[in-house]
């Protein structure tokens, strides 16, 4: 799934393409978009000009003059790209093409696409339920650690991690590289890490995902490597599902120790 930095590039990248141009045309290619029933504004957004492209999180939301909102987000195999004018609209996946001068953007699948008031978008309870974005600018230590104390302080630390209600944006990757790189065990409850401990946390994790939004390449130090050696002390890597998702946390067991690992079995 698409982590916050890859978000927050995309507003990027999206606000310098679209910068001062008109969209001239709207294009839904794939027969299963959801703006195939929002006709109607998506005949509004033709001839608007982008305002505003704001990453909340994993949510990317285009503000168009005339209170209309693009809102996207594009779960696991979703993602946005700017193109030369013609190319977006042949390619059957395409979700929306944006047609501006000397160029389209698309979006490519996704699990949410959306037209939406600004109204719509202010009331939405699942936007409004975010936690703190890790790479907004007034994001600080301080910030995520008090977010993490708000929550259940029994939850394991990897599964309270990727709840977008406690900390929006980190997802499984930033999750596991965020506690490896602060020796963090993630199947430890909150409440038994210090202050101090998931202050280290949220420091390193988000100086991560800042990283990614820079350099546009994701860590991988033990993401997807179960059962090579720990980069740090050579141990094998482990691997297991966490929390009511299941979503797959990697860890190694000798470096980032605590009192009670779970048992846990080799992901090869």
Not at 10 to 23: D, Q, T, W
Not at 52 to 71: I, S
Not at 116 to 133: F, H, K, N, Q, Y
Not at 190 to 195: G, I, K, N, R
């Given at each position: 799934?698409?982590?916050?930095?890859?978000?927050?590039?995309?507003?990027?990248?999206?606000?310098?393409?679209?910068?001062?141009?008109?969209?001239?045309?709207?294009?839904?290619?794939?027969?299963?978009s959801p703006l195939r029933r929002q006709g109607d504004r998506v005949e509004r957004l033709r001839g608007?000009?982008?305002?505003?492209?704001?990453?909340?999180?994993?949510?990317?939301?285009?503000?168009?003059?005339?209170?209309?909102?693009?809102?996207?987000?594009?779960?696991?195999?979703?993602?946005?790209?700017?193109?030369?004018?013609?190319?977006?609209?042949?390619?059957?996946?395409?979700?929306?093409?944006?047609?501006?001068?000397?160029?389209?953007?698309?979006?490519?699948?996704?699990?949410?696409?959306?037209?939406?008031?600004?109204?719509?978008?202010?009331?939405?309870?699942?936007?409004?339920?975010?936690?703190?974005?890790?790479?907004?600018?007034?994001?600080?230590?301080?910030?995520?650690?008090?977010?993490?104390?708000?929550?259940?302080?029994?939850?394991?630390?990897?599964?309270?991690?990727?709840?977008?209600?406690?900390?929006?944006?980190?997802?499984?990757?930033?999750?596991?590289?965020?506690?490896?790189?602060?020796?963090?065990?993630?199947?430890?409850?909150?409440?038994?890490?210090?202050?101090?401990?998931?202050?280290?946390?949220?420091?390193?994790?988000?100086?991560?995902?800042?990283?990614?939004?820079?350099?546009?390449?994701?860590?991988?130090?033990?993401?997807?490597?179960?059962?090579?050696?720990?980069?740090?002390?050579?141990?094998?890597?482990?691997?297991?599902?966490?929390?009511?998702a299941n979503r797959r946390t990697y860890w190694c067991e000798s470096c980032q120790r605590s009192g009670?690992?779970?048992?846990?079995?080799?992901?090869?």
């Amino acid at each position: 799934m698409a982590e916050g930095d890859t978000i927050h590039r995309a507003a990027r990248k999206l606000a310098e393409a679209l910068a001062g141009k008109r969209i001239l045309d709207v294009e839904v290619p794939n027969p299963r978009s959801p703006l195939r029933r929002q006709g109607d504004r998506v005949e509004r957004l033709r001839g608007a000009t982008l305002t505003e492209a704001e990453a909340r999180g994993k949510h990317l939301l285009l503000h168009f003059e005339g209170g209309l909102v693009l809102h996207s987000h594009l779960g696991m195999r979703g993602s946005w790209q700017v193109v030369p004018t013609g190319e977006g609209a042949r390619d059957r996946r395409a979700w929306v093409v944006l047609s501006a001068e000397g160029l389209e953007v698309v979006e490519l699948e996704g699990s949410r696409l959306d037209l939406r008031t600004e109204r719509e978008v202010r009331s939405d309870p699942r936007l409004r339920a975010l936690g703190p974005d890790v790479l907004a600018p007034e994001f600080d230590a301080e910030t995520g650690v008090a977010a993490l104390r708000l929550t259940d302080q029994s939850r394991e630390v990897g599964e309270a991690l990727v709840d977008q209600r406690v900390l929006a944006g980190v997802g499984n990757i930033y999750k596991s590289e965020g506690c490896w790189s602060a020796r963090i065990d993630p199947w430890q409850r909150l409440a038994d890490l210090s202050d101090d401990e998931l202050r280290r946390l949220v420091i390193e994790t988000a100086a991560l995902m800042r990283y990614g939004l820079e350099t546009g390449r994701m860590p991988r130090s033990i993401y997807r490597r179960a059962g090579q050696p720990c980069p740090r002390c050579g141990a094998p890597l482990r691997s297991r599902g966490q929390g009511d998702a299941n979503r797959r946390t990697y860890w190694c067991e000798s470096c980032q120790r605590s009192g009670d690992n779970p048992g846990v079995e080799e992901d090869q």
